[in-house]
């Protein structure tokens, strides 16, 4: 046998580990989700025509232009603490595109909530409207990724916090 050969398929073999660790590895990313996040990822997929159909309609008061180009990952945590991410990108008219299981590298904007306020938003009629409440409400928290949105949302929560406080919303 040719002794290039070996060589050769030397490299292949290690190519093919290198290329099973890095795919494992994603595979296992994927697999710290929680089990109900394969379940609600369906229902956020079928959700999301609806929440675009209506979510031009909505005004979103302070936040609303702000969110217009983010790209999000959205931290759902249940009542055990088990946390799934979910993430998508707002167009220039809030409307979601790119939705994906688990975090994107290049998010511009984390939301969190708690998972029944996702079911509720999920599960209603006019999901746009269910969303605008529960931020307004505090119970959907947004908080910017990297040095720029990090203030610019640390200076829109303060003053949705203020308004909340005066009973302004």
């Known amino acids: ?21 890095v795919t494992s590895g994603i595979t296992s990313a994927q697999s710290d989700q929680p089990d109900w996040a394969d379940s609600t990822f369906e229902e956020f997929e079928g959700m999301v025509s609806v929440y675009n ?5 909505v ?7 702000q969110l217009q180009g983010e790209t999000v990952n959205l931290a759902v945590t ?3 603490g088990a946390t799934a991410t979910f ?37 209603a009629e006019n999901p746009a409207v269910v969303f605008r409440d529960a931020v307004a409400d505090g119970d ?4 910017g990724i990297g040095a ?3 203030v610019k949302w640390t200076v829109i929560n303060t003053l949705a916090d203020l308004g909340r406080s005066l009973g302004l919303f």
Do not use: K, P
Not at 140 to 143: E, G, K, P, V, W
């Open 87 to 123: 993430s998508f990108r707002l167009d220039g008219q809030l409307r979601m595109t790119e939705l994906d299981q688990g975090e994107r590298s290049d998010a511009t904007l984390r939301m969190s909530t708690d998972r029944e306020t996702l079911n509720e938003t999920l599960n």
């Open 53 to 57: 159909e209506s979510i031009t309609s």
């Open 148 to 150: 720029t949105n990090a």
């Open 78 to 80: 249940d009542a055990d």
């Open 1 to 21: 046998m040719d002794a290039r050969f070996l060589r050769g398929d030397g490299r292949w073999i290690a190519a093919l580990i290198a290329l099973l660790v």
């Open 59 to 65: 005004d979103l008061g302070i936040a609303g232009d």
């Open 140 to 143: 959907i928290s947004l908080s």
